[in-house]
């Protein structure tokens, strides 16, 4: 009865597949500041409890006999923990395919000789900017000479340079030069990810949302580019869902491909999932992954599309979208189980008209950005921000 109340009366269900995924926020330790960061903005309450290797070690055995096959390594900071070659060197022996997620940070010759020989499979670095001043301005950290350094270490050891480039109103113009430095640095890849508004970003967002135009330009520029004769590097265009009039099918689907599990062991169906409520995620140390993908109540809580409220419920296109975003939904509305409200068919489709009209606001500028530092979370917890978080159903 206690655990039904907790999670909305939803009991278990059977419909699960197999998580394909497995995502390890292994710390939110990060030396980086970015003012984009998708962490959730209390993480300086989850840098003191985080797992340790044996318990790591355990996370990819038990996701692994449940099917997982990809492991992400992200965070914060991966490198800032000294046990990841050793965390490495386990997923290679249970045949995972990995990625590590970094800033750069922490990165030098000997330690990613010592990944690549503990199997690490693929690195995918992040890039701000061309210009040093938009690199160390949206970092908060002087960064910019690290991650040329970090990209060239890993071209020579034979990896796919994979380069992930998160673009909001400062860098956005800048696109042809971006994708110019890439081909340069013999990226094979790279993914041009509008920001999309969650932890960091939302408290940001009226300062980092691009115009309209903007956006609309990036994407020209961007398919010019593909076109060129002779490219051979893959772009990833992420269209910023607050300029489409349908959501995105988020995570692919609630508890149906991805597990994420977090630096303090919680097993979470999408990074910002904590927002939402009333629903009790399982944690490791207490409750096998088994149980937590197949049997917890909040992994079942969105799958299927019982939960569906109208006008998703008997929408004809419910199969592409699930009713988008469940986070969003909440953050931005107050109701996990509605629509996302950047669906035009959602009675709410005007907070998100609303918020692009705010971010065009010339006054907006003049207000601070801010940053994620362990400082600025202890505020934000503490309830500091309330007024800029007002519009906010929870806290990102
Ligand atoms: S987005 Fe920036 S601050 Fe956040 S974890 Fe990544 S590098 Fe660190
Ligand atoms: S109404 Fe719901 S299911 Fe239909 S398109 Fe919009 S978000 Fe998707």
């Given at each position: 009865m206690e655990i039904d109340q907790k999670n909305n009366g939803v009991s278990a269900a059977t419909t699960a597949t197999q998580p394909l995924w497995l995502l390890a926020e292994i710390t939110y330790q990060c030396p980086l500041q970015c003012a984009f960061c998708y962490n959730p903005t209390d993480f300086d309450k989850h840098t003191q409890n985080e797992l340790d290797t044996e318990s790591w070690i355990k996370v990819l055995r038990?996701?692994?006999d449940l099917g997982a096959a990809q492991l992400g390594i992200s965070g914060g900071e991966p490198l800032l923990r000294k046990d990841i070659e050793e965390i490495v060197i386990e997923?290679?022996?249970?045949?995972?395919?990995?990625?590590?997620?970094?800033?750069?940070?922490?990165?030098?010759?000997?330690?990613?000789?010592?990944?690549?020989?503990?199997?690490?499979?693929?690195?995918?670095?992040?890039?701000?900017?061309?210009?040093e001043e938009i690199n160390n301005f949206i970092?908060?950290?002087?960064?910019?000479?690290?991650?040329?350094?970090v990209a060239a270490m890993i071209k020579d050891r034979g990896y796919p340079m994979v380069l992930n480039v998160v673009m909001h109103r400062y860098n956005i113009d800048h696109i042809q030069e971006i994708l110019e430095m890439a081909e340069g640095l013999g990226a094979d890849y790279i993914e041009l990810a509008n920001t999309q508004y969650y932890g960091w970003s939302l408290v940001n967002r009226d300062q980092l949302m691009p115009k309209k135009e903007q956006v609309e330009n990036a994407l020209k520029v961007t398919n010019k580019f593909r076109e060129r004769p002779g490219n051979k590097m893959k772009i990833f265009f992420v269209v910023p869902d607050y300029f489409e009039d349908r959501p995105k099918k988020c995570m692919n689907g609630w508890g149906e491909v991805f597990m994420i599990v977090t630096a303090n062991g919680d097993v979470l169906p999408c990074h910002s999932a904590r927002v939402i409520p009333n629903l009790e995620f399982p944690n490791v140390n207490d409750s096998p992954l088994k149980g937590a993908w197949y049997d917890s109540p909040a992994f079942n809580k969105f799958r299927g599309d019982d939960w569906m409220q109208e006008p998703c419920r008997s929408c004809s296109e419910k199969e592409n979208d699930l009713g988008g975003c469940r986070c969003q939904a909440l953050l931005?509305?107050?109701?996990?189980?509605?629509?996302?409200?950047?669906?035009?068919?959602?009675?709410?489709?005007?907070?998100?008209?609303?918020?692009?009209?705010?971010?065009?606001?010339?006054?907006?500028?003049?207000?601070?950005?801010?940053?994620?530092t362990n400082a600025n979370s202890k505020k934000i917890d503490k309830g500091d921000e309330k007024d800029r978080l007002a519009k906010f159903h929870a806290t990102p």
């Open positions: 038990q996701a692994r997923a290679s022996s249970l045949g995972y395919y990995s990625n590590l997620i970094t800033s750069g940070a922490g990165m030098n010759e000997k330690r990613i000789d010592a990944l690549k020989d503990g199997g690490l499979d693929h690195i995918q670095l992040s890039m701000h900017d061309i210009t970092t908060n950290t002087k960064t910019f000479k690290l991650k040329q350094k931005l509305t107050g109701n996990a189980e509605g629509a996302d409200p950047v669906c035009s068919k959602s009675p709410d489709r005007h907070i998100i008209d609303q918020a692009i009209k705010d971010s065009q606001n010339p006054g907006v500028e003049a207000k601070p950005i801010i940053f994620r």
